[in-house]
């Protein structure tokens, strides 16, 4: 059964940094690109970030580039975000999800982890 | 970046009668790349179509994808009491993501 639980979500004020994780199981992780998406509270969904399966790729939404880092382990089945001078209206949950094999959709997904951005 | 506008807002309807959501986009959208997604209350998204018309595993065949270019639709022929939540269209193009804002199907 393929599972993805994320962590790390917390309350930071403006400016700081966070790192969330992924782990994954239930699946050969590293063949697969995985993504952050997240949805601010009330609000719909925005992709984040993609990383291929061998990290090699990696992509940006224009509103995190330069702050986000992507990043993933395939030696622990971990998916990493890097989030480095947040912003209030970063505040979200943030889900980690696969890719269909060999596709641009989103198969699966953790749970979510809350990022509070307040001072 | 191709935006994504979803109509209606809101659609109410009853159990048994047939939803249809729209979904288009200000360009077309690259190799068909166009999934619908549908989210329930505090949980995670859960992907129904994927490629505008084919159905996830273990989606009803009561939900249906079509359309081309930039505009497209998720119809659910009959609809059940648990169909009622918030629908996503999605796509993919030049490395990257966007999705619409999302139409909410209440119950009448």
């Known amino acids: 059964e393929v599972q993805l639980v994320e962590s790390g979500g917390d309350l930071v004020q403006p400016g700081g940094s966070l790192r969330l994780s992924c782990a994954a199981s239930?699946?050969?992780?590293?063949?697969?690109?995985m993504n952050w998406v997240r949805q601010a509270p009330g609000k719909g969904l925005e992709w984040v970030s993609y990383i291929s399966g061998g990290g090699r790729t990696t992509s940006y939404a224009d509103s995190v580039k330069g702050r986000f880092t992507i990043s993933r382990d395939n030696a622990k089945d971990s998916l990493y975000l890097q989030m480095n001078s947040l912003r209030a209206e970063d505040t979200a949950v943030y889900y980690c999800?696969?890719?269909?094999?060999?596709?641009?959709?989103?198969?699966?997904w953790g749970q979510g982890t809350l990022v509070t951005v307040s001072s | 970046e191709i935006v994504l506008t979803q109509s209606p807002g809101t659609l109410s309807l009853s159990p048994g009668e047939r939803a249809t959501l729209s979904c288009r986009a200000s360009q077309s959208v690259s190799s068909s790349y166009l999934a619908w997604y549908q989210q329930k209350p505090d949980q995670a998204p859960r992907l129904l179509i994927y490629g505008v018309s084919s159905r996830a595993t273990g989606i009803p065949d009561r939900f249906s994808g079509s359309g081309s270019g930039t505009d497209f639709t998720l119809t659910i022929s009959r609809l059940e009491p648990e169909d009622f939540a918030v629908y996503y269209c999605?796509?993919?193009?030049?490395?990257?993501?966007?999705f619409g804002q999302g139409t909410k199907l209440e119950i009448k």
């Open positions: 999605q796509q993919y193009g030049s490395s990257s993501y966007t």
């Open positions: 999800a696969r890719n269909t094999p060999g596709s641009p959709y989103f198969e699966y």
């Open positions: 239930g699946f050969t992780f590293s063949t697969y690109t």
